[in-house]
């Protein structure tokens, strides 16, 4: 298998990009704007509130000058933009969530070097990113990479919006995703391969060759439909909105976008700004309570740990400070409440997210390993068929590595092995989900091939 | 030419119906969310060499009039929030396709499954009347896309 190498192993790399001094990126635009320490975490600073970029404090931003960010470009806490080794261009109205990481470039042996070539990507163009593109949670970008700027339009997509969405956990390896094509969850297209209009890659499949980016019998992919597109443009409204109004946010107060601080508010669902609680009562798994009963409001702009909104945790701060990584983002950003039990130990990068309706319930003891993903998801209507509004993980679960659970129930005691996918699904008690394996709807689709 | 009149003709589907807009009958009531939802899923499968099938899934959602109105808005949700944009429809139904394969015969009904229930875990709608005046009437409540209601 084509693996991405680090610098130095050996004479066949081909290093493709100086390490040294980048220029600027190749497809930047004369509005794009480099998130300098002087233009974060708003970019550029002055901009006006609709056109603002806001690139959160706990974002990881290397060799700045090199980097070109448009307008109302949402950066959520834990991203990485690295541009020493090439140059990253992002369009606008395009979302880098929590713990995105991109990566300008890296050395490549000769055999991605000549795949690179034939897919027209040349090493100096580092990370080139168009407009509307959403890189949801745990999306790596490894340049050189091109994604949403070639393709053509899709007759899906009559108002002509032309948007990609990469998802939870993906990666982009040295490849060209064209414009109107979608990633599914822990999905990778590799070195050298386009990935072409009106086209999306299933879930968990490496996607290594030409043929099998093209031709849906090989398994890995399948066209697009109306569902996607939908969906595609939904998500960048609502991080186009994220932009706005973390960027009024700041402008009130800068300290209240660092460390644990409030969410934003101003929404038609959550309209009031809240803080997290420490030492929140537990509650029971049925509807969420709007409030952390019991619990201490605290704003804390120096944590390292970017929590965001109302997180009603059951630990003191002393045992969250104790059991959270640095690099941990909790964000109740758009409403709901989450419920967040005893942590035994939250690893680096882990991320939990939910928006109103799609609360979570997280019980005690729960080992959450490094680059997890805890996702609430999908609406459902009282009285109606499995309206599953809650992510719900009960007491001494144990999460591994690079994992997501989305929009499930996982019962006591059950594992969830390295970097699974457990979605739309019920684990029950004891029960134990195998390392790379994808549970969606209570049943087994393979593995993560990569 | 072609292409566009192709894209056309899907703009039209993508909102639910072609014909010209129209005022359902009877007084005006604004103060009523849509309700008498049904969801149903359509199959379409073809053939393809090798043994194999194409085939895609269609979700069509459907309510009842709300009398007096001129139209009807549809906003979707996310995992990541909320659309702000209205899509409006002329007649109550939005019909989208949500699942789409080349697969054996015997996969097929599998991967629609996969494939619906990450829809559904991904993709709401609610939907509002909206009535000559401009003014709309209040949202009903969000509906998973891809699942068959009742």
Redesign the interface.
């Known amino acids: 298998m084509r693996r991405v190498r680090d610098v130095g192993r050996g004479a066949a790399l081909v290093l493709v990009a100086a390490a040294a001094a980048v220029a600027a990126p190749a497809g930047a635009t004369a509005d794009g704007c480099s998130p300098t320490r002087a233009n974060r975490p708003v970019c550029p600073a002055g901009a006006p509130l609709d056109t603002a970029t806001f690139v959160d404090p706990a974002a990881a931003v290397r060799a700045p000058r090199a980097i070109s960010l448009g307008a109302r470009v949402y950066v959520a806490p834990s991203a990485t933009i690295d541009a020493r080794r090439g140059p990253v261009t992002i369009g606008a109205e395009t979302n880098v969530q929590d713990p995105v990481a991109v990566v300008g470039a890296v050395a490549r042996d000769a055999e991605e070097a000549a795949a690179l070539a034939h897919a027209g990507l040349a090493p100096g163009d580092g990370v080139v990113i168009g407009e509307r593109v959403i890189m949801a949670h745990g999306v790596t970008v490894v340049g050189p990479a091109q994604i949403g700027v070639e393709g053509s339009g899709s007759p899906l997509d009559p108002e002509g919006l032309q948007n990609v969405a990469l998802g939870q956990g993906s990666r982009i390896d040295g490849a060209v995703i064209e414009r109107n094509t979608s990633i599914s969850q822990f999905a990778r297209v590799g070195p050298g391969v386009r990935l072409r209009s009106g086209t999306a890659v299933l879930q968990g499949k490496d996607v290594t060759t030409q043929q099998e980016a093209d031709d849906p019998a090989l398994g890995k992919v399948r066209a697009l439909v109306q569902g996607d597109v939908a969906f595609n443009a939904t998500a960048v409204e609502a991080n186009v909105r994220h932009a706005r109004e973390y960027t009024r946010l700041a402008r009130e107060d800068p300290a209240q976008v660092r460390g644990f601080g409030p969410d934003p508010g101003g929404q038609d669902q959550d309209p009031d700004r809240e803080l997290p609680a420490v030492r929140a009562t537990p509650a029971d798994p049925g509807p969420l309570p709007d409030t952390c009963a019991g619990g201490r409001r605290v704003q804390r702009p120096r944590a390292g740990t970017r929590v965001i909104g109302a997180a009603c945790f059951a630990d003191s701060q002393r045992a969250l400070d104790r059991a959270l990584d640095d690099r941990v983002s909790i964000r109740v950003d758009e409403g709901e409440t989450f419920q967040i039990g005893t942590i035994t130990r939250m690893g680096r990068r882990t991320v939990l997210h939910g928006i109103e309706g799609t609360g979570l319930f997280l019980g005690d003891r729960i080992t959450y390993g490094d680059d997890v993903i805890v996702h609430g998801g999908g609406r459902g209507a009282p009285g109606l068929p499995d309206p599953r509004p809650l992510t719900v993980i009960e007491d001494d679960v144990v999460i591994g590595d690079g994992s997501l659970v989305f929009r499930a129930t996982v019962g006591a005691g059950a594992t969830i092995g390295d970097r699974a996918i457990v979605l739309g699904s019920d684990v029950p008690p004891g029960g134990v989900v195998g390392d790379r394996q994808i549970l969606i709807g209570n049943r087994l689709f393979g593995e993560v091939e990569w | 030419m072609v292409?566009r009149l192709?894209?056309?003709l899907?703009?039209a589907a993508?909102t639910g119906c072609a014909a010209a807009p129209s005022t359902a009958p009877g007084a005006p009531q604004r103060d009523r969310p849509p309700g008498g939802f049904a969801a149903v899923l359509h199959d379409e499968t073809g053939s393809?060499s090798?043994g194999?099938v194409?085939w895609?899934t269609s979700?069509e959602l459907t309510w009842e009039e709300v009398a007096g109105a001129a139209s009807y808005a549809v906003w979707?949700?996310?995992?990541?929030?909320?659309?702000?944009?209205a899509h409006e429809l002329d007649a109550p139904r939005l019909r989208?396709?949500?699942?789409?394969?080349?697969?054996t015969p015997a996969d097929r009904a599998?991967r629609r499954?996969?494939e619906?229930?990450?829809?559904?875990?991904?993709?709401?709608v609610r939907v509002a009347a909206r009535f000559p005046d401009g003014e709309l009437g209040p949202a009903?409540?969000?509906?998973?896309?891809?699942?068959a209601?009742?």
């Open positions: 292409a192709a894209a056309l899907l703009a993508l393809r090798g194999l194409t895609t979700w979707y949700a996310t995992p990541e929030g909320d659309g702000t944009r989208l396709s949500v699942a789409t394969g080349t697969t599998v499954d996969q619906l229930t990450v829809t559904a875990a991904q993709l709401s009903s409540p969000w509906l998973p896309v891809g699942q209601l009742p």
